[in-house]
């Protein structure tokens, strides 16, 4: 038996998943990934699944395509009880393996940036992010003494249409937006 050498987690975790509900009675897990390709998630090493603020180091074993989900067996998981325990964990890795983006931008660059209109007006701050299939959604939190009285603005994220600029050093985005709406 190989003795493990314990990993520190990242300071700057990023999510790319989650496990889920145990498969089978081996001690493999169903992996729900939010990168852009499913299988993609397995490139990013190593991974870290989190739950509650806590973080602990986790190897992968194996993995494969079962119909149409995608199956883990992590080192030391050999029992449907164990894997069990780890449903819903969030499976993090070090947000600095993440390639550099010309043109685009990650989520997490966004959140906590201020967004403007093209008046000056101040919509809030990017809180979380959707994704609606057509297009993303920026969930802005408005500011507490809003002239319209809005808690949370939904803005579409249209490069160029909606969204007309990105300054990501000054974290603040200008759109072309009714502050109304």
Same mark, same amino acid.
């Given at each position: 038996?190989?003795?493990?050498?314990?990993?520190?987690?990242?300071?700057?975790?990023?999510?790319l998943?989650?496990?889920?509900?145990?498969?089978?009675?081996?001690?493999?897990?169903?992996?729900?990934?939010?990168?852009?390709?499913?299988?993609?998630?397995?490139?990013?090493?190593?991974?870290?699944?989190q739950?509650s603020?806590?973080?602990?180091?986790?190897?992968?074993?194996? &993995? =494969?395509?079962?119909?149409?989900?995608?199956? @883990?067996? !992590?080192v #030391?998981? $050999?029992?449907?009880?164990?894997a069990t325990?780890?449903?819903?964990?969030?499976?993090?890795?070090?947000?600095?393996?993440?390639?550099?983006?010309?043109?685009?931008?990650? &989520? =997490?660059?966004?959140?906590?940036?201020?967004? @403007?209109? !093209?008046? #000056?007006? $101040?919509?809030?701050?990017?809180?979380?992010?959707?994704?609606?299939?057509?297009n993303?959604?920026?969930?802005?939190?408005?500011n507490?003494?809003?002239?319209?009285?809005?808690?949370?603005?939904?803005?579409?994220?249209?490069?160029?249409?909606?969204?007309?600029?990105?300054?990501l050093?000054?974290?603040?985005?200008?759109?072309?937006?009714?502050?109304?709406?």
């Amino acid at each position: 038996m190989s003795k493990q050498t314990k990993l520190v987690p990242p300071t700057t975790p990023i999510v790319l998943g989650k496990l889920g509900a145990a498969y089978g009675i081996r001690g493999w897990l169903k992996v729900f990934s939010s990168t852009e390709n499913a299988e993609s998630i397995f490139e990013y090493q190593p991974w870290f699944i989190q739950n509650s603020g806590q973080s602990q180091h986790v190897e992968i074993e194996d &993995w =494969k395509h079962h119909n149409k989900d995608i199956i @883990v067996k !992590l080192v #030391g998981v $050999d029992d449907r009880d164990t894997a069990t325990l780890l449903t819903n964990f969030e499976i993090a890795v070090d947000s600095t393996q993440l390639p550099e983006l010309e043109n685009e931008y990650y &989520w =997490k660059d966004l959140m906590g940036c201020h967004v @403007v209109t !093209l008046q #000056g007006y $101040d919509l809030g701050v990017i809180t979380d992010m959707m994704e609606t299939g057509s297009n993303d959604v920026l969930v802005i939190k408005a500011n507490l003494k809003d002239a319209f009285g809005i808690k949370e603005r939904l803005v579409p994220f249209l490069d160029g249409q909606v969204i007309k600029k990105v300054d990501l050093q000054a974290k603040l985005l200008e759109v072309d937006w009714d502050p109304g709406f």
